[in-house]
Nanobody, 125 residues
Framework: QVQLVESGGGLVQAGGSLRLSCAAY????????MGWFRQAPGKEREFVGA????????YYTDSVKGRFTISRDNAKNTAYLQMNSLKPEDSAVYYC??????????????????WGQGTQVTVSS
């Protein structure tokens, strides 16, 4: 079992920055890849980005490339989502997720085995 706890959400003005954290408890942190998703009201949960088990590879959806950065500290059992140049359309509940199984893509919710509770990010114009 893996428990994920997000923190760091809040209200920020357009152009500002936030850093989300996702603390993991349970299985060895380096044994699973980590993904970040977001869900705005009335919309489906969408992929934001992911990081491989050793942190050597990262993947992003096009709309956040160059603005968001995913990292992980396996010694601290924590993944991060650094969000810069935030836009009102980035407003959503952000979720971190753990992918325990191997051989799956990163972009679909079905590829993840454990989810955090979500943290609200609101970007004002």
């Amino acid at each position: 079992q893996v428990q994920l706890v997000e923190s760091g959400g809040g209200l920020v003005q357009a152009g500002g920055s936030l850093r989300l954290s996702c603390a993991a408890y349970g299985r060895t942190f380096s044994s699973y890849a980590m993904g970040w998703f977001r869900q705005a009201p009335g919309k489906e949960r969408e992929f934001v980005g992911a990081i491989s088990r050793n942190g050597g590879s990262t993947y992003y959806t096009d709309s956040v490339k160059g603005r968001f950065t995913i990292s992980r500290d396996n010694a601290k059992n924590t993944a991060y989502l650094q969000m810069n140049s935030l836009k009102p359309e980035d407003s959503a509940v952000y979720y971190c997720a753990a992918q325990v199984r191997y051989g799956l893509g990163y972009g679909e919710t079905s590829g993840y085995d454990y989810w955090g509770q979500g943290t609200q990010v609101t970007v004002s114009s």
